[in-house]
């Protein structure tokens, strides 16, 4: 009965939103449901964070394999939570200077601030700069010419990397750029020719065929027939 009230409910949702967008006088309605998705997203956000404790928590307990991780995760979980809902270190903003907490907790200075700044955002560029090792491997596996679609793909990935980078730009410069139609043969111009045709084409073809996958997924859940989103049911 809850499954199917709660499907009844996102059926119900997802139908206003739909009309809101063609119905004028509807628009208030289509506000609310926001609203409600953004009470209800709030409270994800606290149970995910419940889950997250419990489940590192548990693998501390058990001694499992890697719970060191688990404990830094759970100290810098708890640290950010202090530090961005206490505002530690922000001063009160110039408009409400006796509001001890009216002040933004991205603020220079403040330790949310720091936090981001010194920790997290070298965290990033490092797991980004250690992902770019992988992906070159990734790119040289895919990149063998073993039938004609990695020929062509080779080729195409060859010619755009070097129409970025100077040897290429040099490599070609002795082609006339005023010419219009050999002009396009200096491999800074190919490699936007593919950049901005063929590229472009392709995307827009996967952006389509998303559109569509959404709009097919949306309409099945707005009758019902797909209830994923309810879980197993256990």
Same mark, same amino acid.
């Given at each position: 009965?809850? $499954?199917?009230?709660?499907?009844? %409910?996102?059926?119900?949702? !997802?139908?206003?939103?739909?009309?809101?967008?063609? #119905?004028?006088?509807? @628009?208030?309605? !289509?506000?609310? #449901? %926001?609203?409600?998705?953004?009470?209800?997203?709030?409270?994800?956000?606290?149970?995910?964070? &419940?889950?997250?404790?419990?489940?590192?928590?548990?693998?501390?307990?058990? $001694?499992?394999?890697?719970?060191?991780?688990?404990?830094?995760?759970?100290?810098? /979980?708890?640290?950010?939570?202090?530090?961005?809902?206490?505002?530690?270190?922000?001063?009160?903003?110039?408009?409400? +200077?006796?509001?001890?907490?009216?002040?933004?907790?991205? &603020?220079? !200075?403040?330790? /949310?601030?720091?936090?981001? @700044?010194?920790?997290?955002? +070298?965290?990033?560029?490092?797991? =980004?700069?250690?992902? &770019?090792?992988?992906?070159?491997?990734?790119? =040289? $596996?895919? /990149?063998?010419?073993?039938?004609? &679609?990695?020929?062509?793909?080779?080729?195409?990935? =060859?010619? #755009?990397?070097?129409?970025? %980078?100077? %040897?290429?730009?040099?490599?070609?410069?002795?082609? +006339?750029?005023?010419?219009?139609?050999?002009?396009?043969?200096?491999?800074?111009?190919?490699?936007?020719?593919?950049?901005? #045709?063929?590229?472009?084409?392709?995307?827009?073809?996967?952006?389509?065929?998303?559109?569509?996958?959404?709009?097919?997924?949306?309409?099945?859940?707005?009758?019902?027939?797909?209830?994923?989103?309810?879980?197993?049911?256990?």
């Amino acid at each position: 009965m809850s $499954r199917t009230v709660a499907a009844l %409910v996102a059926s119900l949702a !997802g139908l206003v939103m739909v009309l809101t967008a063609f #119905v004028k006088p509807w @628009e208030p309605l !289509g506000t609310a #449901v %926001v609203d409600w998705f953004n009470v209800l997203a709030a409270i994800a956000f606290v149970l995910g964070g &419940a889950n997250l404790l419990k489940v590192n928590l548990l693998k501390i307990s058990a $001694r499992e394999e890697g719970w060191g991780y688990s404990a830094v995760t759970i100290l810098a /979980f708890l640290v950010m939570i202090t530090v961005g809902a206490f505002k530690i270190g922000v001063h009160p903003d110039p408009k409400f +200077p006796d509001v001890a907490l009216s002040g933004n907790k991205e &603020a220079v !200075g403040g330790a /949310f601030w720091w936090l981001y @700044e010194y920790a997290m955002s +070298p965290i990033t560029s490092t797991l =980004f700069a250690l992902l &770019a090792f992988y992906v070159a491997s990734a790119a =040289f $596996r895919a /990149f063998r010419a073993k039938n004609a &679609a990695a020929v062509l793909l080779l080729g195409t990935a =060859f010619i #755009v990397l070097l129409g970025r %980078v100077y %040897v290429g730009v040099l490599l070609t410069s002795w082609i +006339p750029a005023d010419n219009g139609w050999v002009s396009w043969l200096r491999l800074e111009n190919l490699s936007n020719i593919i950049m901005s #045709v063929f590229n472009n084409a392709g995307t827009r073809a996967m952006i389509i065929g998303i559109a569509i996958g959404i709009a097919a997924t949306s309409l099945k859940i707005l009758v019902g027939m797909d209830r994923s989103y309810l879980g197993s049911g256990d």
